[in-house]
């Protein structure tokens, strides 16, 4: 039985977590959107968007789950997930810098896929640090930890990401150079702060592994019956981050169209901040009240409340109503990732917790995939129906309907019983 941790040793496992966050949540609303207006056409910035990112996050699908099988077997001196860590967030480095300094349309989409690769090796690797140390009474606090991080990242990144990249020029320097020294220093911490054990004991190279492919085989070779609660909160996951996904990619474009403000960055930003300071808050609560109250009557109150907030933004005239719209989605989200990602790790397989929370980034990779495909259909909207902005109303509308949806799904998953996760042995 794993001995309970500190919540030191948490922050530390979840360090990480702060620069991955802030990487993807300055590149996506803010950085990208703002970048790709200097290479393609105003009335098809939607589709360019969407597309690119679609790409990418498909990627990220495969990737992501793959690297945390790997994970599972890696055989080194230095335990099994931190050298996948390591080598991705170096790559990661080269491919940033290709994304923002070398120029031109082909070279951000160069920059941006092989960013999507180094990204989701270390990603995939980093999934398997709390279920490989922290006991299963701990996760719900755990968890809050983790998501405590990503959205305090959010927070960061929306803030200083905003400011800058001027709505001008949007030169991405300033910003880049940043995510680089926020994912060195989260890296290091996590990776030189968390002991693991040896998975080969004398020095020199790897054990010799099966062939990419075949590993690729086994990730997705899966079996579904036995793990079927598992397969269900996949698909709960999937519909609900499907709703929200798109909003937050396309919150720039329609802050530009609809509202007219005089730098879109900078308020998508402040946007964004609003609704990670509601997911900060209730990802510690969520926490707490998961591993009290049970993941399922907070994954229903989180569907209600992020519904509410979509079907809100109907109703939105200036950035204030928005900036206060965005803060009941982020309450709604804060409490679905934390009590999901709780339950995800009490579902998963101990003996290949990697592989499948890996797997969970088919729901939300995958959706997030999904969502940018609203870029085309933004644009053909739009463009119908001049001034309507029918594209974004409809986006809205289809956000609420997936997270009430995801309820459905929910229904269909066993939550295990909270007394056996609170009594289980310790060992100092």
């Given at each position: ?253 329609y802050i530009g169209d609809v509202l007219k403000v005089d730098n879109p960055v900078k308020a998508t930003g402040n946007l964004m901040a609003s609704l990670a300071v509601g997911l900060v808050i209730m990802a510690l609560a969520g926490g707490w009240l998961t591993d009290r109250l049970g993941a399922r ?132």
């Open positions: 039985m794993k001995k309970e941790v500190s919540i030191w040793k948490m922050i530390v496992l979840n360090m990480y977590w702060i620069g991955l966050s802030f990487k993807w949540n300055a590149i996506h609303p803010l950085l990208l959107p703002a970048v790709l207006l200097n290479y393609v056409p105003n009335a098809q910035k939607n589709t360019y968007l969407g597309v690119l990112t679609f790409i990418g996050l498909v990627i990220a699908t495969l990737v992501q789950p793959l690297a945390g099988a790997i994970s599972d077997r890696w055989a080194s001196r230095w335990g099994r997930r931190r050298p996948l860590i390591v080598i991705g967030s170096l790559f990661d480095l080269v491919f940033l810098a290709i994304l923002a300094w070398v120029g031109g349309l082909v070279w951000l989409f160069i920059g941006y896929i092989f960013l999507q690769f180094s990204s989701n090796i270390a990603h995939g690797a980093v999934q398997g640090l709390l279920p490989d140390q922290v006991p299963a009474r701990q996760l719900g606090v755990a968890s809050g930890v983790k998501t405590f991080m990503d959205m305090l990242a959010l927070i960061i990144a929306s803030l200083v990401a905003g400011n800058l990249i001027d709505p001008n020029t949007r030169n991405p320097t300033m910003i880049t150079v940043v995510i680089m020294v926020l994912v060195v220093i989260s890296t290091a911490i996590t990776v030189l702060g968390v002991k693991e054990e040896p998975t080969l004991d004398s020095p020199g190279m790897l054990k010799p592994s099966r062939s990419v492919v075949q590993e690729f085989k086994d990730t997705f070779k899966v079996d579904f019956k036995a793990n079927i609660p598992y397969w269900w909160l996949i698909a709960e996951r999937f519909v609900f981050l499907l709703g929200v996904f798109g909003i937050q990619q396309f919150a720039q474009y009557i907070i994954l229903v109150a989180a569907s209600l409340v992020t519904g509410l907030g979509c079907l809100l933004l109907l109703l939105v005239k200036d950035q204030s109503s928005l900036v206060w719209i965005g803060s009941v989605i982020g309450i709604g989200m804060g409490l679905f990732l934390t009590s999901n990602w709780a339950l995800a790790n009490q579902l998963a397989p101990g003996a290949e917790a990697g592989k499948y929370l890996g797997l969970t980034n088919i729901a939300t990779a995958g959706a997030g995939a999904l969502g940018r495909l609203w870029g085309p259909i933004l644009d053909g909207l739009n463009n119908a129906w001049q001034g309507q902005w029918m594209g974004y109303k409809s986006m809205f509308i289809f956000g609420a309907v997936c997270t009430v949806a995801s309820l459905i799904l929910l229904a269909r998953i066993p939550i295990p019983n909270r007394e056996s996760l609170q009594f289980e042995t310790k060992v100092e």
